[in-house]
Structures are given as structure tokens and as C-alpha cells.
């Protein structure tokens, strides 16, 4: 197929109005785009419409755009309550179609479906899903070269990376135009193998998944892990507090989504811990308590400041986030290069892991590797073969 020279005036419609789907809409006004946002529910796309007017005014009141340049981006969104295919008929002239509803694959199925019975046949349709396989959603099109996968990272008008997914079906055409389109928006682009996870969702569960380990062995506590990870890793939040972030029942869906997708790969294994708090509601910040307590009045736990075992801990979650690293690119998962972006850019990582893993030492990360591997004998920690062949070259992780 051959997809529409997509530029300003190309309409652009969101279906999916929850935080990621309002973001997606508000970049594409923002650079020029008439926007049509739908939504099922009623209230989703009155909190999208109160969020765009909120952001609106901040950018006015930050001197970002005048006030008639703010409102000329809010009169280019229009809003739509339904997702059949009679709701979405607005959409027929839509050259692109971004779907961001419920992390679910038999929804967004049936989602694809509807949108086939309106959309022209060179229009094209992109997934915002964050770790289910674009193959599958693309399987439920009649059209399936149209349908790729377009990951945006939340708060989408903020992040700046753009993860690019082509599916096994999809035609080079229109990856090459969605490179295009999310790179004139502004965004750092990466491309991807449609694989679990992808380079961000996949790369980025050792970090969780490690410290957990960490925590339900007793060696530290989950104060000590998040201080560890800030102080000695120079990261933002620590694992803990990053989960609790994002929300227990999102991490943990997507750490469960990888690990079946992956063939239960012990890499990935979901934790108990984390499974305990979401079956409790122990959400995060949103719930006001998950890993940590957020209500009011909540004595901050004291960490253990010990450096030699902040250096272990640090130590061994990166050990593991390298190795994920090095394994995404042994794999043809991305380029080293867009490995190291989509890291920075896409979860604030200090340092690009690769780049991280030379200046440790590719034999100290593997000795790290091996030294686990020895001590608990399971698959969870073997080093990767393409880690294991530039020790014995000699060589770097990023060259």
C-alpha cells in the first residue's frame, strides 16, 4: 500500500481518551493537526477535555504560546463519544489513526475491525500498545500492511522518545512515514522488532523484577533499594518508588504480559510481592499506599545507608539491565544506538546502558552474571552469548 503524504493538514484521529490517548491528541494539535478523540465513556473525554484546556493555559501562563495560538490548538481538537463504527465515522478522513484504549488485545481487535469498515483503504492504523504483539492487532485488519505500532511514552507531550513497531505484515511504506510524522513532532524516534516488550518494556524489567528479588531475599529493604539506585546509580526514582509511580497494577500487568509472551522466560518472572499488593489495592501514589505510604501524615522510611551494600545492590540491578541490553541487540530487537535512546529518552536512564556496561567492564559485568548464576542455578541470570563473546574478543558493549 501506499499511505497519504502525511503533513499538517492531514487529520489525525485518537481513539482512547485516558492519559496517554489525550497526550497523543494534544501533540498532534499542537504541531497542526485536526484531531478527533473518541472515547466510550462519557467522563474519559471530559477529564481529556479539562486536561487539554489545564495544559493550554500552563503554556500561556509559562509564555510557551499566546493566548489566540492556545486556543487555535484547543479549536482543532473535537471530541467524540463512542468507539463503534458508527461513533467513529468522524474519522473516515483521517489519514492516521492512533489507537490508545485498554492494554488488552481483544479489544483492540475489535477495535481494528470497526475502524476497517470506515477508514480509507490508504489510511493507516497505529497501536499505542506498550508490550502485546503488533502481528496480532494488525491480524484483526483486513487490511494488515496499514497497521504498525506507534509507542508513545507518558506524559506524552513531555517524552520525548517514540518507540517505532513494524509488525512482520506491515509495509516498509508505512514505517517509513510514521519515522517521519513522530519525528516532525518533535520526537526522538527509535524502531523496534515486534517482540515483548519491545527495547523499553522488555530492557526496563530487570530494574523492577531485580529489586524485588532483592527485597523478598531479605538483603535490603525497599527504602534501601530506592536509595541505592539514586545515590550510587544516579537514577531519578528508584525501583520502588518508580512502580509505585507508574501504578502496581500497570507494572505488573506489563511484567505479566512479557513474561507469557516470552514463554514464561524466568527473566521476566512476575513477583509475588508486587501480585500481594495489587490484589490488596495497594496501588502507589494513586491508591496513597503501595511499596511505599503516601497519605498524609506517613512517617518516610529511614534506608540503610551503608555504601558497600548500596554499591552490591546498584551493582547487580545494573549487571542484569546491561545484560538485557546487550541480549536486545544480540537479538536484532533495535540498534545499539536506539537501544541507548530508547533508555535515556524513554525512562530517564542516566546513562545509556551499553555505554554504562563499557565503563564497568564488560568482564565485570559478566563475572557479576556468572557469580549469581552460580550461586541460585537459574536460567534467570545467564549472561548473554553475545556478552560473553566480546569478553573473550576483548571488545565493547557499544562499539
Avoid at 473518541?38 to 500561556?60: C, I
Avoid at 509488525?167 to 515486534?194: E, H, S
Avoid at 547487580?316 to 541480549?327: C, D, G, K, P, Y
Avoid at 559485568?365 to 566480546?390: K, T
Amino acid at each position: 500500500m501506499t499511505s497519504r503524504p502525511w503533513t499538517s493538514s492531514t487529520p489525525i484521529g485518537v481513539v482512547g481518551a485516558g492519559a496517554m490517548g489525550a497526550g497523543i491528541a494534544q501533540v498532534a494539535a499542537a504541531h497542526g493537526h485536526a484531531v478527533h478523540l473518541a472515547d466510550a465513556h462519557a467522563p474519559a473525554l471530559e477529564r481529556a477535555r479539562a486536561g487539554h484546556a489545564k495544559a493550554m493555559a500552563r503554556d500561556v501562563e509559562k509564555g510557551r504560546l499566546d493566548r489566540a495560538a492556545a486556543d487555535a490548538v484547543l479549536a482543532r481538537i473535537s471530541y467524540h463519544v463512542g468507539a463503534d463504527a458508527a461513533a467513529l465515522a468522524p474519522f473516515a478522513a483521517c489519514g492516521l489513526v492512533v489507537e490508545a484504549i485498554i492494554e488488552a488485545l481483544a479489544p483492540k481487535q475489535a477495535l481494528v475491525r470497526a475502524l476497517d469498515t470506515v477508514l480509507a483503504a490508504d489510511a493507516v492504523i497505529a497501536t499505542n500498545t506498550s508490550s502485546l504483539s503488533v502481528a496480532a492487532i494488525a491480524g484483526a485488519s483486513a487490511h494488515p500492511a496499514r497497521v504498525i505500532g506507534l509507542h508513545f511514552f507518558n506524559p506524552a507531550p513531555v517524552m520525548p522518545l517514540v518507540e517505532v513497531i513494524p509488525a512482520i505484515v506491515t509495509d516498509p511504506a508505512v514505517t517509513a512515514a510514521a519515522r517521519a510524522l513522530a519525528a516532525g513532532w518533535g520526537k526522538v524516534v527509535v524502531v523496534a522488532k515486534d517482540t515483548p516488550g519491545f527495547i523499553v518494556n522488555r530492557v526496563a524489567r530487570s530494574f523492577y523484577g531485580e529489586a524485588l528479588r532483592i527485597l523478598e531475599e531479605g538483603i535490603a529493604d525497599a527504602a534501601t533499594i530506592d536509595w541505592a539506585m539514586r545515590e550510587r546509580g544516579g537514577f531519578k526514582m528508584g525501583p520502588f518508588e518508580l512502580m509505585d509511580f507508574i501504578g502496581n497494577d500497570v507494572n505488573f500487568a506489563v511484567t505479566c504480559s512479557v513474561f507469557e509472551a516470552t514463554f514464561q522466560d524466568p527473566r521476566y518472572r512476575p513477583a509475588v510481592t508486587q501480585q500481594r499488593l495489587v490484589e490488596a489495592g495497594l496501588l502507589g501514589r494513586k491508591s496513597g499506599r503501595g511499596h511505599h505510604d503516601y497519605r498524609d501524615g506517613a512517617a518516610a522510611p529511614s534506608p540503610t545507608t551503608d555504601l558497600g551494600l548500596g554499591e552490591a545492590i546498584c551493582h547487580r540491578i545494573l549487571a542484569m539491565l546491561v545484560n538485557e541490553a546487550v541480549e536486545a541487540v544480540h537479538f536484532g530487537i533495535a540498534s545499539p544506538a536506539d537501544v541507548e535512546l530508547a533508555m535515556t529518552k524513554g525512562v530517564n536512564y542516566p546513562r545509556g546502558l551499553l555505554a554504562w556496561g563499557d565503563t564497568l567492564g564488560p568482564a565485570t559485568i559478566l563475572a557479576i552474571l556468572e557469580g549469581l548464576h552460580a550461586e541460585y542455578g537459574e536460567d534467570r541470570y545467564r549472561p548473554s552469548a553475545r556478552l560473553r563473546r566480546i569478553v573473550r574478543e576483548g571488545g565493547r558493549l557499544l562499539g
